[in-house]
């Protein structure tokens, strides 16, 4: 099954802001939009936003989250050491009837 | 609190069988859709499994499809994945994630902590 494609890594200053992004197709992303986890060093993932900007409960908002038809966008703001994981973000795929990620982008945060 | 906690990972030889399971607390269990979603060592996540809250529908990667197999017991709060025909790709950290609506697909917004298979001889 097709996943949704990220940049495999970023690298940003302290305090410095990050652009995050996923590209899928019309059957994912530029339909149900996407959702963004971040997972740390041997955690599992956490929702980060969905529906393209939608955070959960507890989730600052330094992190947001776009969409401009089939490639989604997580822009960090105020980049801290704790923000250095990586990013993942996820479709559901209408076509694949399955969910879809992509490969994941490793934020180091220099 | 909500909370899915994993168990039931292991290790087991190549064309063997493992039952995975996956407790629920905290919410109502059979209102939301329930997911498997895999990471081998070192590697992305995969979406493994899905099913709806009355087990009507199931969803499976082609990657494991005719060889696992998803369900869930509602009385129960758990979530299961019998995976039978096992291969050494199929070794990865194994999460279960909760679909965060009705339609399960929005967003997996809730993750246990996952439980290690191994398939090796």
């Known amino acids: 099954q097709a996943g949704l494609t990220q940049p495999p890594s970023v690298s940003k200053g302290l305090r410095q802001t990050a652009t995050l992004t996923c590209t899928g197709n019309s059957n994912n992303v530029g339909n149900q939009g996407a959702a963004w986890l971040q997972q740390c060093q041997g955690r599992p993932p956490k929702l980060l936003s969905y529906?393209?900007?939608n955070r959960p409960s507890g989730i600052s908002e330094r992190f947001s989250a776009s969409r401009s038809g089939s490639t989604a966008s997580l822009t960090i703001t105020g980049l801290q050491p704790e923000d250095e994981a990586d990013y993942y973000c996820s479709a559901w795929d209408t076509s694949l009837s399955a969910w879809v990620f992509g490969g994941g982008t490793k934020l180091t945060v220099l | 609190e909500v909370q899915l906690v994993e168990s039931g990972g292991g290790l087991v030889q190549p064309g063997g069988s493992l039952r995975l399971s996956c407790a629920a607390s905290?919410?109502?269990?059979?209102?939301?859709?329930m997911n498997w979603v895999r990471q081998a060592p070192g590697k992305g996540l995969e979406w493994v499994s899905g099913i709806s809250g009355g087990s009507s529908h199931t969803y499976y990667a082609d990657s494991v499809k005719g060889r696992f197999t998803i369900s869930r017991d509602n009385s129960k709060n758990t979530l299961y994945l019998q995976m039978n025909s096992l291969r050494a790709e199929d070794t990865a950290v194994y999460y279960c994630?909760?679909?965060?609506?009705?339609?399960?697909?929005?967003?997996?917004?809730?993750w246990g902590q996952g439980t290690m298979v191994t398939v090796s001889s």
């Open positions: 529906r393209n900007n």
């Open positions: 994630a909760r679909g965060s609506d009705g339609s399960g697909q929005i967003a997996l917004d809730i």
């Open positions: 905290g919410f109502s269990f059979s209102s939301y859709g």
